[in-house]
Structure formats: C-alpha cells, structure tokens
C-alpha cells in the first residue's frame, strides 16, 4: 500500500497519474498547504523539505516502510519498483536528462512564474520578465525537442511524459493572459492532447475531489507558503 501526500498542485499530479496509469493499490492524505500543514511534524518526518507530494510505501526495499519525497525521485522510485513506464533501457540516458530538466528547470521556472504573476505584490516588472521568459525558454526547448516524436524519450509513453504533463496541464496559469497557451508549442500541444486522451488523467484530475482544501490566498495562506518572506525578529 502506498500512503499518497497530496494536495491539488502540479506536482503531486504527476504522481497521481503514474498511480492511476499502474493501479497500485494507495490511499490519499490530504496535506493542506494554504492551512500550513506542510509544517506539522508528522508530515516533516515523510518529507523534510515540507512540500508535496510525498509517498510511504509500506512494502518498500526489504518489506520495510519507506518514505520517498520529491515527484521525480517518486516516479523514478514507483517506476522502477513495478518496471512499468521507464522506457527501454538503452534510453536511460534520455529518460534522466529530461526528468531532471523537468525537475530541475522547466518545472521551478513555471512555478516561480507562478508565484511572480499570480502571488507576488505588483510592480516586480523584472520578477515577471525573468521567470515568464525563463518558463517560456524551457517550453520552447522541450517543443524543438518533440519535433518528429510522439513522446519525450524512445517515443513511447514513460514517466517523463507523465513529468511534463504536471505543469503543461497548467499552461494557463504559467503563461498568464495567454487565450491558447500552449499555440507557441505545437508539439508541446499535440503530447499533452495525446496524454489527455488517456483514461487514467481522467481520474487522476479526480483525485482528492472529496476533500475540501482551502482555496483563499489569506494572510495565513502567505504565511504557510511562503514562510521565508516572514522571517521571525532576532
Ligand atoms: N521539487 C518538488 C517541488 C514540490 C513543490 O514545490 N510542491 C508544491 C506543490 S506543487 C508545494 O508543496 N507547495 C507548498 C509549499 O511550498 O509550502 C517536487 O517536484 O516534488
């Protein structure tokens, strides 16, 4: 059994899809971000960096609990543990270099676009331009990369594609005021359709719909997010 730390935000959704593309057996924990809950130590002790997603797997290395935190250690870990979606092993390298673009640049530049458009106080005219162009840099790579293939690696449908889907789903919300945002991306555009296409996103977008997470971007929301901006007096 796997113990799912979710909250409704890109990353956790990857992880939400690989679940529901392999079956494993799992159970959702809410983890209400905006409510601080991130913070409580019991969730600390699954994830020490305080952020979603996280799993326990209780029939993990040995038969023994583990925690693995992070959606790409996650997927990679999920992935290897049931042998599906990992692509063939010649295309290892691929697969690791576009999971950690993903990890490491498209997926932290969309958020920080994110946070500069959507969160962060007016008038940070050049917040905005860096992370927006840096989010869209990182689009275009990844579209230049898709020209000619079905999929990210080996052209067949693996964890790098459910990486991507994360955030892309989200495009929206990444390239602010844009009516079509992924137009740009036409390659872009025809995965995330293709992936959308897929049963299991389906019901990946359905999980954690029975829980009430709280929505308002309040003075507690802020503190909960983003607690470096409230650092405590010396
Ligand atoms: N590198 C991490 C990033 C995780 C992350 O930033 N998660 C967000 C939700 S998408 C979160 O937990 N935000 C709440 C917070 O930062 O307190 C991953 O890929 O899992």
Do not use: C
Request: net charge neutral; hydrophobic share 45%; proline share 7%.
């Amino acid at each position: 059994m796997i113990r799912f730390y979710f909250h409704p935000t890109p990353n956790p959704a990857k992880v939400a899809l690989f679940l529901e593309e392999t079956g494993l057996p799992y159970e959702i924990v809410p983890v209400d971000t905006r409510k601080g809950e991130q913070h409580l130590s019991a969730f600390r002790a699954v994830n020490p960096n305080g952020k979603l997603p996280a799993i326990v797997d209780t029939d993990g290395p040995g038969g023994r609990e583990a925690r693995v935190f992070d959606s790409t250690a996650i997927l990679l870990y999920l992935a290897e543990k049931t042998g599906k979606f990992l692509g063939a092993p010649d295309d290892r390298p691929e697969l690791l270099s576009w999971l950690l673009f993903l990890a490491s640049g498209l997926g932290p530049f969309s958020g920080q676009a994110v946070h500069f458009q959507h969160m962060a106080p007016e008038g940070l005219a050049y917040a905005v331009n860096r992370f927006r162009r840096e989010a869209e840099r990182h689009f275009q790579v990844l579209d230049e990369h898709l020209k000619g293939r079905d999929f990210i690696v080996g052209n067949i449908y693996t964890i790098a594609d459910m990486s991507a889907w994360g955030w892309l789903d989200r495009a929206a919300f990444v390239l602010k005021g844009e009516a079509d945002p992924l137009a740009a991306y036409p390659n872009i555009k025809r995965l995330i359709d293709v992936v959308n296409a897929r049963p299991a996103v389906a019901r990946a977008r359905a999980v954690g719909k029975d829980h009430v997470f709280k929505t308002d971007n309040d003075e507690e929301a802020k503190r909960a997010l983003f607690p470096s901006n409230y650092p405590t007096a010396a």
